[in-house]
């Protein structure tokens, strides 16, 4: 059996005139629906939806297990997205974060009004986009199990995918500032080792009953058990620039939770990790994405990326051949290695002409289709 595998994509919507987000999100979905209707005779449900900001759209795929079905559904939505987008003179571009300033607009909601009075500057400053990856998983146990084994990895995806280097008109210094901007919301970030599916559900009781967030859906870990689906959802990624690349971090993903629930039916051991050094190899993946050194996922010292990612490609190599991925990501992994992943773009496009604007403008093309070579 091969595990289902989901994606959702987090991205901006985009003034076609200044390259700056506009707020278009609700027209967005509408009109996206109602083509859908105009095609299909029926609306499409859960493909297509808004998200926090209304300068922010999420398409999002159903579960399959071919991952060329995978990568033809997320070129498909993102081309739904566009399409919807250009009748209300907007884009939509895969960044994580906004190259040009922006002041984020909310969706109207008693939810989102909530949040924007509780957590304030927070609320009123986010605007990011990630890249959720669900497999599924045959229960919550197994869950947990693979929870606790894949903590150690997730810098590693961050790294790949890392693609928000420009934040509201300046350089960062990060390979991911959305990394760095969503972690200050009080439960996001990397996990501690649960060890069981009662340990995991009373530590999101007692968050939810703290007050200092407002229920299940702000449990914003690295990765997490679906409140909804059967599925890990693995969040740690920024939206990756090309389609392909958002592909690889799910293919990567689904031979981590398979090679960790395999580990966790052996009842091998779990790597003891402190989450302090988790969280700090998070930072690293940040700070210098595949262009520099990442954490070792073990000892925490620091290696050469491209050593580290080896290493998880070795890792998970035996899930990779059960499910027909392995071709994929070694594909996939050097046409990072040659072309870079979405920082290394921006950042290269930005030296070339010194204008953000054409960050953005990049950004769109590659996110239409229109240019997979830099």
């Not at 571009?93 to 002041?103: K, N």
């Not at 990011?128 to 045959?138: F, N, R, S």
């Not at 439960?187 to 649960?194: A, C, V």
């Not at 920024?238 to 580990?263: F, K, P, Q, S």
Request: hydrophobic share 40%; proline share 5%.
């Amino acid at each position: 059996m091969v595990r289902t595998v989901g994606v959702e994509e987090e991205m901006l919507l985009v003034d076609v005139r200044n390259g700056r987000p506009k707020s278009v999100s609700g027209q967005l979905v509408l009109r996206a629906a109602m083509q859908q209707q105009a095609v299909a005779g029926l609306g499409v449900h859960g493909a297509l939806e808004g998200e926090f900001q209304q300068q922010m759209i999420e398409t999002h795929t159903s579960p399959v297990e071919s991952l060329d079905d995978l990568d033809r559904e997320v070129r498909h939505w993102r081309s739904e997205a566009n399409s919807a987008a250009r009748q209300l003179g907007s884009s939509v571009a895969a960044l994580a974060t906004s190259p040009l300033p922006v002041t984020p607009i909310p969706v109207e909601s008693s939810r989102y009004a909530w949040m924007h009075e509780r957590y304030q500057i927070v609320a009123r400053q986010h605007l990011t986009c990630g890249l959720h990856v669900h497999v599924a998983i045959e229960s919550d146990e197994e869950g947990v199990g693979v929870l606790d084994r894949i903590r150690v990895w997730l810098p590693s995806l961050l790294a790949l995918s890392a693609n928000s280097p420009f934040w509201n008109g300046e350089a960062t210094g990060f390979a991911s500032w959305r990394s760095q901007s969503f972690g200050r919301w009080p439960s996001n970030g990397p996990t501690e080792i649960f060890r069981s599916a009662e340990a995991y559900h009373r530590m999101v009781r007692d968050m939810t009953m703290s007050s200092v967030i407002l229920d299940e859906g702000m449990i914003y870990f690295d990765a997490r058990l679906s409140q909804h689906y059967p599925t890990v959802e693995i969040r740690a990624a920024d939206v990756c620039l090309r389609a392909g690349d958002a592909v690889l971090i799910a293919a990567l993903c689904r031979g981590l939770v398979e090679t960790a629930a395999r580990d966790w039916a052996r009842s091998l051991p779990v790597p003891e990790v402190p989450t302090t050094m988790v969280r700090l190899g998070t930072w690293q993946a940040a700070r210098e994405g595949t262009s520099g050194r990442l954490l070792d996922p073990f000892s925490s010292r620091p290696r050469p990326a491209w050593d580290v990612i080896d290493h998880l490609v070795e890792h998970v190599g035996p899930a990779l051949s059960h499910s027909g991925d392995m071709e994929l990501v070694k594909e996939g992994l050097e046409r990072i290695r040659l072309r870079g992943n979405g920082a290394q773009l921006q950042t290269r496009t930005m030296e070339r002409t010194g204008q953000l604007i054409d960050v953005v403008a990049q950004a769109v093309r590659v996110t239409a289709g229109q240019e997979e070579e830099d």
